[in-house]
């Protein structure tokens, strides 16, 4: 770099933060509103008239953090090898991470470009705000690469949560929302996996095994919904209604949430035979057999050690797939 004062030997520095650029508006190129950003478009810049407006309208507000961060910098390396100097490269690889790589990921991908916004990344923590569904998906790949940053280190994790609210709702307010569903994740337990889990709808799922299911079952839901003569449209409503109904509650003891009503199974299954007479789409008609019998045992072969019954994972891929839909 060129010294802006001839003959002085200065000493130049440079620093990464999170969130350097931001989506922007097409009108006088100003940063998207947060109605923009959930994929409202206005017909000119004063912004009072919609030309444009997604089926369903929803922010989504992320929160994420590096687990366990102080037993990684207390019990991290090993006694012969504890020094300042590897100490601060563990401190600014991580910083790394989550102030400079991370704009990387935005960048890479034009709908992060056009509809998320960095509002903070940096140390070991994130805070991003965009169109509820890309923030998913985009929660997901920060996984990914946090995962090949770290080389797979199985004691290096992340967890996350996301609330979903509408475009004008305080986001101070859905920032506490989605600390809440942070904590939620933080708590969750897979297997012998503890945290390393995302928290969306009010449930926390472990990166690999739950949340990959879940992943393919709203996929399988979304392909149905959009086939002719498929899944009727209201059956993410019903569903998930049903779940509501079933009274869930998580029984220490076994590990498993445990179904207080048993009616609803009852009702599930007659529910879903009216629908198999009133529709013969073939693969409908197997989607709906498979899942009577998981719904009737509470277990998923897929995913053995889950600890959410078979009825929380269908209401939940439907509910989501459902919005995906709108």
């Known amino acids: ?21 931001y989506p922007v508006s097409k009108w006088n190129e100003t940063p998207k509103t947060f ?63 989550f102030s400079g790589y991370i704009n990387k990921i935005w960048e890479s991908n034009d709908n992060y470009k056009n509809y998320t916004q960095i509002i903070y990344s940096g140390g070991d923590d994130l805070f991003i705000v965009g169109k509820w569904d890309i923030v998913i998906e985009m929660a997901n790949e ?9 080389c797979d280190n199985p004691d290096i994790t992340l967890s996350g949560g996301i609330s979903f609210v509408y475009p004008k709702f305080p986001i101070l307010k859905a920032a506490e929302m989605s600390a809440d569903e942070e ?45 002719e003569n498929g899944m009727p449209q209201g059956f993410p409503s019903d569903i998930y209604n049903l779940m509501q109904q079933a009274n869930l509650f998580y029984n220490k003891e076994k590990n498993k949430y445990v179904i207080q009503n048993y009616q609803v199974i009852w009702l599930t299954a007659y529910n879903f035979k009216r629908a198999l007479q009133r529709n013969k789409d073939e693969l409908f008609a197997k989607f709906l057999t498979e899942w009577v019998e998981k719904i009737f045992t509470g277990q998923i072969t897929e995913i053995k050690e889950t600890k959410y019954h078979a009825l929380q994972y269908l209401a939940i891929a439907a509910r989501w797939a459902g919005m995906e839909n709108r």
């Open 142 to 150: 920060i996984y990914i690469k946090f995962k090949e940053w770290t």
């Open 1 to 21: 770099m060129e010294s802006p004062q001839k003959g002085i030997e200065n000493i130049y520095g440079f620093t990464f933060y999170g969130g350097n650029k």
């Open 35 to 97: 109605e923009e950003i959930s994929g409202v478009e206005f017909t000119d810049a004063k912004k009072d008239v919609r030309a444009f407006a997604p089926g369903l309208v929803r922010m989504g507000v992320l929160r994420m953090d590096v687990d366990n961060l102080g037993a990684i910098f207390r019990r991290g390396l090993s006694p012969d090898k504890c020094s300042f100097s590897r100490y601060s490269v563990l401190s600014r690889s991580l910083d790394y991470f």
């Open 183 to 227: 904590k939620n994740a933080k708590n969750h337990k897979y297997i012998e996996t503890e945290k390393n889990a995302i928290s969306i709808f009010g449930y926390a799922f472990n990166w690999e095994y739950e949340l990959k299911y879940l992943i393919k079952l709203k996929n399988t839901i979304k392909e149905l919904l959009e086939k």
